[in-house]
């Protein structure tokens, strides 16, 4: 199980609370807005309290109070003088180097009268670096964490800058800026922006730096549970009008049982059959699944769906399977140029970046060298040009050529697949393996660096074997000419097949034109293990196509094929089309299609060819509401639809109407979806009839109702169905009598799933090998309970489970305003927090706003606690949670005493 109670940032939830007026907990609440009125009149100090007290700070104050015995407490919240040494816990303020001479004047970065320290970002040319620890010290310095900065500051310096700040900082823990002026880099310290500037570093000593930043996957979420399983059920049942039987109901039954990386899965549907009235029960598969993501690998023990290649035949199999493939564990790709292009400036510059003559983007850059390797690139090959533009005016140009490969692999990845096995001698039903016929099929593609990839296959049976081949050639006008091709030996005899294309897509900034043309040959006795006999009525395919897109608003495209018959049954055909689309309207477009053809079919007398059009008219107020109309010349076929599509979520519901003529029989079928918490449901109302006038001929009405029972982490919960993977996700004990919520979002009150009688609220539509979110929240939770982040991030393997946990026993946020001698606030403190009875237990992070205010959070009812100041002298004070609180204690004023000095 995922507890996740207790884990919110405690900079977030306990600045929120911290900024509450003091008086009860209700009038707290409601109270936010003036004190976010009094935090904005105080920006400054504010925002230093946003800052997270530092680690050296920390870890200093803890070493000097470790081994110092805790003194006995009172039971109220009386402060008293905390037993520890009298020395200031923050990181040293004097470096152990001989700091330059300091400037005549300081700038007043702190207005308070002792060192703060603090946590603050690090920027670049306006970039964050990331965070931090730094000291603020009484008299206006800044002295920055030696480990911190080296670890931020390394990456934008070559490896010999990088050992000459080691050597520079060996032995320092915190050094003042300008002790490393020498080596190159200047810093200095933002007031405004609470932030340490890196205003220089050496041209000479910056490391190559990336324009175009390709990115990198994120870190994996959490890992799903050991052991999930979850079974999808559908029932349907269907009455016709006409004769008034109802048909007996069809169950669809699928569902997967995962232990660690083993899945078995399986789909199970029983129908009656329409000629014989017997109700059957078939197996569409039933198959083990064992992943390696690591290696990108993917086992299988079963009912086997082969992956196939270039012109490889299909055919199901019973037996064994790998495949490797990076895109369906890693979706992460960026579209890399293959050999990495270098620029150098010597001096503030700008640099126009275009590829094949359209603009890319403009830099401003400082002196230093620069990568282009992540220059996103089109398919196909890649003009380069740039253009830069130097502050002393001299202009000089660079060019050079790139490709990028079309097959869905980074340059130098592979993909194999492979798979053995009896042949399914079946078309409908269950899989029929009782010829015993084995039958192998595999392929293995590669693409490599500057060249183009490579593709090989093999498929063997008894009756047919087939080697086939891909490949292809990138032309310097950023064209592709693709190969694929093979030859077969079976009963029929030797065969062969081949396709040559060339496609051509050329950018023209906002729009674009692309060309593409196919040739396609099959001999007469070219078999595969999908077509062992040989049927192959055509000869050759020729199909080509070329799109325009003249605005955002308006494409039209013209395709044309010809095809060759050798059959006696049918004649050649050929077809051509133009069609284009135009958005007049932000939610009006028509379509306007010409066509010629003539499909050269004679069998049975049946004919449909000559000239035609076609007319449509679509309305699409919205991404999930579409209307639209079409009719087609000539086959004299129309149809009118309307359609309001249904949401993943609970109380989504959706129609559509729609109504078809096809030179005669017409239909007219209407639809109502609905989206329940623990089910979805549909019904829908079809009129058929041999011509309009007739259209309720005959009528069929339908039902569909469809659930899922899933289990992991020791729960189970009822929802809706599962497509991958899928969270179920409840209360802790202490808010057990509230719902718990899933969502992707929550605005308007809507909600994927809501916890209940049936188990938790059960997130259906997880996607395996991806990092997702799983946001969850509390119904009318307790105020001031802690439910934690309010997200999950997860990484579901292959068809698995979650169980998370929402809250947990340490739910209470306490609040209050710490006030020293003459009444002052203490302003900007830190400390930390622990059980009284439990000194040795993790500490939480203690500290107060400008105006004293302070809220902590993760404290347990009937539990005692200590908060130790990070204070000269040391303070503490001690309170104790009561056990029946429900979330939010009100510590109102805590008094200590300590000297505060005015303003």
Request: proline share 6%.
């Amino acid at each position: 199980m995922r507890r996740l109670g207790g884990g919110v940032s405690a900079l977030a939830l306990a600045w929120g609370l911290a900024c509450l007026p003091d008086t009860t907990a209700q009038a707290a609440v409601q109270g936010m807005g003036q004190a976010v009125d009094d935090a904005a009149q105080t920006a400054r100090d504010a925002t230093a309290a946003l800052n997270r007290a530092s680690l050296a700070a920390a870890q200093a104050a803890v070493a000097a109070v470790e081994d110092a015995p805790a003194p006995v407490q009172p039971t109220s919240p009386t402060p008293e003088p905390a037993p520890v040494p009298a020395e200031t816990p923050a990181p040293p303020v004097t470096p152990a180097l001989v700091p330059a001479a300091a400037p005549a004047a300081r700038r007043d970065i702190n207005p308070y009268d002792r060192d703060i320290p603090m946590t603050v970002p690090l920027n670049f040319n306006s970039r964050v670096l990331g965070e931090l620890p730094v000291v603020l010290t009484r008299d206006d310095r800044f002295i920055v964490e030696s480990a911190g900065f080296k670890t931020l500051i390394d990456p934008l310096l070559t490896p010999e800058a990088q050992q000459e700040l080691a050597d520079r900082l060996q032995g320092v823990e915190s050094f003042a800026p300008e002790e490393i002026n020498d080596t190159g880099i200047q810093l200095d310290y933002d007031p405004e922006q609470l932030a340490v500037l890196v205003l220089r570093i050496d041209p000479t000593k910056r490391s190559v730096e990336s324009l175009f930043r390709g990115g990198s996957p994120e870190e994996p979420g959490l890992a799903p549970e050991n052991f999930s399983a979850y079974l999808n059920t559908n029932l349907s049942v269907q009455r016709r009008e006409s004769t008034g039987d109802v048909q007996t109901p069809s169950v669809f039954l699928n569902g997967a049982i995962r232990f660690k990386r083993l899945v078995f899965e399986a789909d199970v549907q029983g129908r009656e059959d329409l000629f014989t009235g017997d109700y059957e029960v078939e197996r569409r598969y039933a198959r083990f699944v064992y992943d390696q993501p690591e290696d990108y690998r993917r086992w299988y023990l079963g009912d086997l769906e082969p992956e196939i290649r270039g012109r490889q035949g299909f055919s199901e199999l019973g037996g064994v399977g790998v495949s490797r493939q990076r895109m369906r564990f890693d979706s992460f790709r960026n579209n890399v140029l293959a050999g990495g292009r270098q620029l150098v400036l010597q001096e503030a510059s700008t640099v126009r970046v275009l590829r094949n003559g359209v603009f890319v983007r403009e830099f401003r850059l400082d002196p230093g060298q620069y990568d282009l390797t992540n220059l996103p690139l089109e398919t196909g090959s890649n003009d380069i040009q740039l253009e830069i533009q130097n502050d002393s005016g001299r202009a000089e140009t660079v060019s050079y050529s790139a490709y990028l490969d079309a097959i869905e692999l980074e340059p130098g990845d592979y993909e194999y697949g492979a798979y053995l096995g009896a042949v399914n001698n079946g078309v409908f039903g269950s899989p029929d393996y009782s010829e015993g016929k084995v039958a192998f099929t595999g392929f293995w593609r590669k693409a490599f660096e500057n060249r183009p990839a490579v593709g090989v296959g093999l498929q063997a049976s008894e009756d047919a074997q087939t080697v086939s081949g891909q490949s292809q050639l990138i032309l310097k006008n950023g064209a592709r000419v693709r190969l694929d091709a093979a030859v077969s030996n079976g009963d029929p005899g030797a065969g062969y097949a081949f396709a040559l294309g060339f496609d051509h897509i050329v950018d023209l900034g906002d729009t674009y034109d692309s060309w593409t043309v196919v040739a396609d040959y099959t001999s007469e006795d070219f078999a595969t293990i999908g077509n062992p006999t040989a049927q192959n009525p055509t000869s050759w395919i020729f199909s080509g196509g070329y799109s325009h897109q003249f605005s955002q608003d308006w494409l039209a495209n013209v395709s044309a094929s010809y095809r060759m018959s050798r059959s006696d049954f049918i004649d050649d055909s050929y077809s051509i089309n133009a069609t284009s689309t135009y958005r007049f309207a932000p939610q009006w477009s028509a379509q306007l299609g010409l066509e010629y053809s003539d499909f050269g079919s004679t069998f049975g007398g049946f004919r449909s060819d000559g000239f035609g059009a076609t007319f449509a008219l679509i309305w699409q107020p919205r991404y999930d509401r579409r209307a639209e109309a079409r009719y087609n010349t000539a086959r004299n076929s129309g149809s009118v639809r309307f359609q309001q599509s249904t949401e993943n979520r609970v109380g989504s519901y959706g129609y559509s109407l729609t109504s078809t003529y096809d030179d005669g029989p017409s239909t007219l079928t209407g639809q109502v979806d609905y989206v329940a918490n623990r089910f979805d449901a549909s019904l829908s109302h079809t009129t058929f009839g041999q011509n309009f006038s007739d259209i309720t001929e005959e009528q069929v009405t339908t039902l569909r109702v469809g659930s899922s029972l899933s289990t992991t982490g020791g729960k189970v919960a009822v929802g809706r169905n599962i497509y991958d993977s899928f969270a179920i996700v409840y209360p802790h004990e202490t808010i057990r009598d509230h719902s718990v919520i899933v969502g992707d979002s929550f605005q308007g009150g809507r909600y994927t799933g809501r916890s209940g009688l049936l188990g938790g609220a059960v997130a259906n539509n997880l996607t395996a090998y991806v990092n997702q979110s799983v946001r969850y929240d509390v119904l009318d939770a307790p105020l001031g309970y802690n439910i934690g982040d309010g997200i999950a991030r997860v990484r579901p393997t292959y068809k698995s489970g979650y169980a998370i946990e929402v809250g947990s026993a340490k739910f209470v946020s306490a609040l209050g305003r710490l006030v020293g001698n003459a009444g002052r606030p203490v302003a900007l403190m830190s400390g930390r927090i622990r059980p009284a009875d439990d000194p040795t237990a993790a500490p939480e992070l203690f500290f107060t706003n400008s105006v004293g205010r302070f809220a902590m959070q993760n404290l347990e009812p009937g539990k005692r606690y200590r908060v130790e100041l990070f204070s000269t002298p040391a303070l503490g004070f001690e309170f104790t949670v009561p056990a029946d609180n429900e979330g939010l204690l009100d510590l109102q004023v805590v008094n200590v005493p300590l000297d505060v000095p005015e303003d």
